[in-house]
């Protein structure tokens, strides 16, 4: 464990670095980062105009507690997931995959801590500020125990969301060009911002048992707002935990079909 910690520090202060090089870079990504942050908080101000007091059951300071994990998440996404991730398309499709299969530490590590995006940091910082005005509009600050109920909910979710790209770039192993898989994926992760009961019927199950965006945003905010049953919170753990393996074990299947360079 100690190892593999030495190795995640070494690639974040390299990948630190090399954003570092850049400091006007730096500070424009960060500054966009803000700014589509903010945007996204049209569309639910648009939702609670007229004098709408709530929507599915949630207040607009509710509402804005799931963007926040949305937010958060969207950072962990872009900022650690990504950017890793996809460059395994291209080691896949060049045949370069040798060079991380040859060093001595686990491939699907190595691949995942590969690159990251240090200027995300200002999507967390947006987010605690999403949290905080929420719960200044609610009148009052979330617990202790449900900070760290909360805090076991974010865990999960990024158990999920991370075997959910893993599972998508595995993907890559059997057709190679996975560009619209990708897209589409982003694309639904989007409706993560609002919480769950918006949606009916079949997108509902959908978004709660395929693709579990209920898991990623909406039950993490319902933990920290203090209304998620331990049933519940159970079943996503519990879920997070499939998703892992299942995750676990297409790679290693999907990594026997690699075909080098050198083949």
Do not use: C
Request: aromatic share 14%.
């Amino acid at each position: 464990m100690r190892r593999y910690l030495k190795l995640f520090w070494i690639q974040l202060r390299a990948s630190a670095t090399i954003s570092l090089q850049y400091r006007f870079d730096f500070l424009v990504q960060g500054l966009m980062s803000v700014f589509w942050v903010a945007l996204a908080l049209v569309p639910l101000t648009i939702v609670f105009s007229e004098q709408r007091q709530s929507i599915a059951g949630w207040s607009m300071p509710e509402a804005m507690v799931v963007l926040g994990w949305f937010t958060l998440l969207k950072a962990l996404l872009e900022g650690a997931i990504n950017p890793s991730l996809l460059a395994v398309v291209d080691h896949i499709r060049k045949g370069t995959l040798d060079f991380v299969l040859l060093k001595p530490a686990d491939s699907q590590f190595l691949v995942s801590t590969a690159r990251f995006e240090p200027w995300r940091i200002a999507d967390i910082a947006a987010a605690l500020l999403i949290f905080g005005y929420a719960f200044w509009q609610l009148g009052r600050a979330p617990e202790v125990g449900d900070l760290v109920f909360a805090g076991l909910m974010l865990v999960a979710a990024g158990m999920v969301i991370y075997s959910l790209w893993i599972l998508v770039v595995s993907v890559a192993f059997y057709v190679v060009r996975i560009d619209n898989l990708t897209y589409l994926i982003t694309s639904v992760f989007d409706a993560a911002r609002w919480p769950i009961s918006v949606f009916s019927g079949g997108l509902r199950l959908v978004f709660t048992f395929v693709i579990p965006l209920a898991v990623m945003t909406t039950f993490p905010a319902m933990a920290l707002l203090g209304t998620l049953d331990l049933a519940t919170a159970g079943v996503s753990l519990v879920a997070a935990i499939i998703f892992s393996v299942l995750a676990r074990g297409t790679w290693k299947l999907a990594l026997a079909r690699y075909t080098s360079a050198s083949s």
